[in-house]
């Protein structure tokens, strides 16, 4: 029987997943080996391959211990069920590719690729717009070794600098298009109104919306911004981070500033079409703050949707919030979830925060929504706080569907704080609660993994700050991704008690086959590089002891053929669609 592939695409990864049922009965099943033609582009972009081997970082004697070389799955094989080629350079934007599939049998000295059942998929990259809307992940792996290869290959010396220009290009690799969004979304337009918590970016965001302003004239550009002052102990407090922009901006835009909820945590961008009316006609939204760091450094995403029955929603909503009205005010303007708009092939839904204190119809539909799941739940969240989200979704691990999390850093002192706490009879904040259980979670069961382990992983010359950086700034959460009926919840909001109640948020509810399937191929690339580090780090610092090299025999699968486990179901669903 033939390998069965199915792909799940983002414009810029293709996630592999495959099935062998014969592997199930095969003692010398040793995984997969893939092969992708056309083949990889060198690190300088010089030279490509007419096919290339995907890389593996393990072998059967332990890690890749050269940063700079993996070891090649002909070689090292898969010894999973899906894999991802992460090696999309600009020059393969919306080519077509040919994977083959090999399932591999034999020992670790002699291994055999059985050509006669291999399994082949052809594809083409979508392009980042597609259907009306458009759809940015960044790449945000300075951990990497795909980051280290590129930094090698500037040859800078150890702790030097790299140039403005050497600097810029490795941004811009990390940004992976989107920070292109910026002057694509403005490009055409005539009038632009913008809501932006962070405005801080000099490379993309900022010199778009400067020369944007040039062109149409300050009264065509309206930005909303966060105001708050910043607190600093013993003095008085700084100005808001946006004050530099909004001084620099100051004859191109017309600044509105905000500080009556807690913070004003928007991120959006509306336009007309150029087309000489004013209508609001596209927007730009997502979880992407308008800084450097949020574009390149953080792992974020947007959106472009171009309708305009969603962009007046948003064009409303910051005509609203320029007049800074108070949380109670606010909490009047927009009862619940809008009714859904047709993008495309997509149903999209918004909600806008703060939300009456009375409520939680926002994260109470995700709540239900993740309870009526059929096959699986991941969430990307910068940090679950809210009990009820958080137990729905290990609910779902629980009984049997597939349920990864990736999260921020969770803070393991705050945890075992929690749980000494807890068992004395004391009250637990809900930060605290949050931390001790996914804390558990991923220690104890592995399906949730989080940065803590990650921060001396730096630009090259940055200095490491005395906090625990951002690292995972996603908010979403994506139900049934590999199913006939997705759901994606998608936007600003960190799904919280104050992201729900006090701040200025805007999110998303998507259902959309193709864009789900990219929001999770996008999850898994990022969900395995860091639970393969989380691994290899708990390891070396006396954790968990489990072996870090491949599998010698077939052991390594029998767990994906255990009737109704978690396992088996996402090998066959993953592979092989569900209902």
């Given at each position: 029987?033939?390998?069965?592939?199915?792909?799940?695409?983002?414009?810029?990864?293709?996630?592999?997943?495959?099935?062998?049922?014969?592997?199930?009965?095969?003692?010398?099943?040793?995984?997969?080996?893939?092969?992708?033609?056309?083949?990889?582009?060198?690190?300088?972009?010089?030279?490509?391959?007419?096919?290339?081997?995907?890389?593996?970082?393990?072998?059967?004697?332990?890690?890749?211990?050269?940063?700079?070389?993996?070891?090649?799955?002909?070689?090292?094989?898969?010894?999973?069920?899906?894999?991802?080629?992460?090696?999309?350079?600009?020059?393969?934007?919306?080519?077509?590719?040919?994977?083959?599939?090999?399932?591999?049998?034999?020992?670790?000295?002699?291994?055999?690729?059985?050509?006669?059942?291999?399994?082949?998929?052809?594809?083409?990259?979508?392009?980042?717009?597609?259907?009306?809307?458009?759809?940015?992940?960044?790449?945000?792996?300075?951990?990497?070794?795909?980051?280290?290869?590129?930094?090698?290959?500037?040859?800078?010396?150890?702790?030097?600098?790299?140039?403005?220009?050497?600097?810029?290009?490795?941004?811009?690799?990390?940004?992976?298009?989107?920070?292109?969004?910026?002057?694509?979304?403005?490009?055409?337009?005539?009038?632009?109104?913008?809501?932006?918590?962070?405005?801080?970016?000099?490379?993309?965001?900022?010199?778009?919306?400067?020369?944007?302003?040039?062109?149409?004239?300050?009264?065509?550009?309206?930005?909303?911004?966060?105001?708050?002052?910043?607190?600093?102990?013993?003095?008085?407090?700084?100005?808001?981070?946006?004050?530099?922009?909004?001084?620099?901006?100051?004859?191109?835009?017309?600044?509105?500033?905000?500080?009556?909820?807690?913070?004003?945590?928007?991120?959006?961008?509306?336009?007309?079409?150029?087309?000489?009316?004013?209508?609001?006609?596209?927007?730009?939204?997502?979880?992407?703050?308008?800084?450097?760091?949020?574009?390149?450094?953080?792992?974020?995403?947007?959106?472009?949707?171009?309708?305009?029955?969603?962009?007046?929603?948003?064009?409303?909503?910051?005509?609203?919030?320029?007049?800074?009205?108070?949380?109670?005010?606010?909490?009047?303007?927009?009862?619940?979830?809008?009714?859904?708009?047709?993008?495309?092939?997509a149903k999209v839904r918004v909600c806008f925060s703060p939300e009456p204190k009375s409520s939680r119809l926002q994260?109470?539909?995700?709540?239900?929504?993740?309870?009526?799941?059929?096959?699986?739940?991941?969430?990307?969240?910068?940090?679950?706080?809210?009990?009820?989200?958080?137990?729905?979704?290990?609910?779902?691990?629980?009984?049997?569907?597939?349920?990864?999390g990736l999260v921020n850093h969770i803070s393991v002192k705050s945890a075992q704080a929690a749980q000494e706490a807890?068992?004395?009879?004391?009250?637990?904040?809900?930060?605290?609660?949050?931390?001790?259980?996914?804390?558990?979670?991923?220690?104890?069961?592995?399906?949730?993994?989080?940065?803590?382990?990650?921060?001396?992983?730096?630009?090259?010359?940055?200095?490491?700050?005395?906090?625990?950086?951002?690292?995972?700034?996603?908010?979403?959460?994506?139900?049934?991704?590999?199913?006939?009926?997705?759901?994606?919840?998608?936007?600003?909001?960190?799904?919280?008690?104050?992201?729900?109640?006090?701040?200025?948020?805007?999110?998303?509810?998507?259902?959309?086959?193709?864009?789900?399937?990219?929001?999770?191929?996008?999850?898994?690339?990022?969900?395995?590089?860091?639970?393969?580090?989380?691994?290899?780090?708990?390891?070396?610092?006396?954790?968990?002891?489990?072996?870090?090299m491949l599998a010698p025999d077939g052991a390594w699968s029998k767990k994906y053929f255990v009737r109704d486990s978690?396992?088996?179901?996402?090998?066959?669903?993953?592979?092989?669609?569900?209902?």
């Amino acid at each position: 029987m033939n390998v069965s592939v199915r792909s799940y695409l983002s414009p810029t990864l293709v996630l592999l997943a495959f099935d062998w049922p014969e592997g199930g009965t095969r003692d010398d099943f040793l995984g997969f080996a893939i092969k992708r033609t056309p083949g990889f582009l060198s690190a300088d972009g010089k030279r490509r391959e007419a096919s290339s081997w995907l890389p593996n970082r393990l072998t059967f004697n332990g890690a890749v211990r050269d940063t700079q070389k993996d070891a090649p799955t002909n070689e090292a094989p898969i010894q999973k069920f899906m894999w991802w080629d992460a090696r999309i350079d600009e020059a393969d934007r919306e080519k077509s590719f040919t994977y083959l599939v090999y399932p591999v049998v034999g020992t670790p000295h002699a291994l055999h690729l059985l050509d006669a059942q291999k399994g082949e998929c052809k594809l083409t990259l979508p392009s980042h717009i597609e259907a009306g809307i458009g759809t940015w992940f960044n790449r945000a792996v300075v951990s990497s070794q795909a980051f280290a290869r590129k930094v090698a290959a500037l040859h800078l010396a150890p702790h030097e600098a790299p140039s403005a220009e050497q600097a810029l290009r490795l941004r811009t690799w990390l940004a992976n298009d989107l920070q292109n969004v910026f002057s694509l979304t403005l490009g055409d337009a005539r009038r632009a109104a913008c809501a932006v918590y962070h405005l801080t970016d000099p490379l993309w965001a900022i010199p778009a919306l400067a020369a944007f302003g040039a062109k149409q004239g300050k009264a065509s550009l309206a930005i909303v911004y966060d105001s708050h002052e910043v607190p600093e102990k013993g003095t008085p407090p700084a100005p808001s981070p946006n004050q530099p922009a909004v001084e620099q901006l100051a004859d191109v835009a017309t600044f509105a500033p905000r500080d009556k909820t807690h913070i004003m945590h928007d991120k959006f961008i509306v336009t007309d079409n150029g087309n000489g009316e004013a209508a609001p006609a596209r927007v730009l939204t997502g979880s992407a703050n308008f800084t450097s760091e949020g574009i390149t450094e953080q792992a974020n995403v947007l959106h472009l949707f171009d309708s305009p029955e969603l962009a007046t929603l948003y064009s409303e909503r910051a005509k609203a919030l320029a007049g800074n009205p108070s949380i109670a005010e606010t909490a009047k303007l927009a009862p619940g979830w809008s009714d859904a708009v047709t993008v495309g092939s997509a149903k999209v839904r918004v909600c806008f925060s703060p939300e009456p204190k009375s409520s939680r119809l926002q994260i109470d539909t995700i709540v239900d929504a993740i309870k009526k799941a059929k096959h699986s739940v991941v969430f990307c969240l910068f940090m679950p706080t809210d009990a009820p989200l958080r137990d729905a979704c290990f609910a779902a691990g629980d009984k049997g569907l597939m349920m990864f999390g990736l999260v921020n850093h969770i803070s393991v002192k705050s945890a075992q704080a929690a749980q000494e706490a807890q068992e004395n009879g004391q009250i637990v904040t809900t930060t605290a609660l949050a931390n001790m259980e996914l804390y558990h979670r991923g220690r104890d069961q592995h399906d949730v993994i989080d940065a803590e382990y990650f921060l001396p992983r730096l630009f090259p010359a940055e200095s490491a700050p005395s906090y625990a950086p951002v690292i995972i700034h996603h908010k979403f959460l994506v139900i049934d991704a590999e199913g006939a009926n997705p759901i994606v919840y998608t936007g600003s909001a960190n799904m919280s008690n104050n992201s729900e109640h006090f701040n200025d948020e805007n999110l998303l509810e998507i259902r959309d086959r193709r864009i789900a399937s990219t929001y999770l191929a996008e999850f898994l690339r990022l969900y395995e590089h860091y639970r393969a580090r989380a691994l290899a780090i708990r390891q070396r610092h006396g954790g968990t002891r489990q072996q870090l090299m491949l599998a010698p025999d077939g052991a390594w699968s029998k767990k994906y053929f255990v009737r109704d486990s978690p396992e088996e179901k996402a090998r066959v669903a993953l592979a092989h669609g569900a209902d």
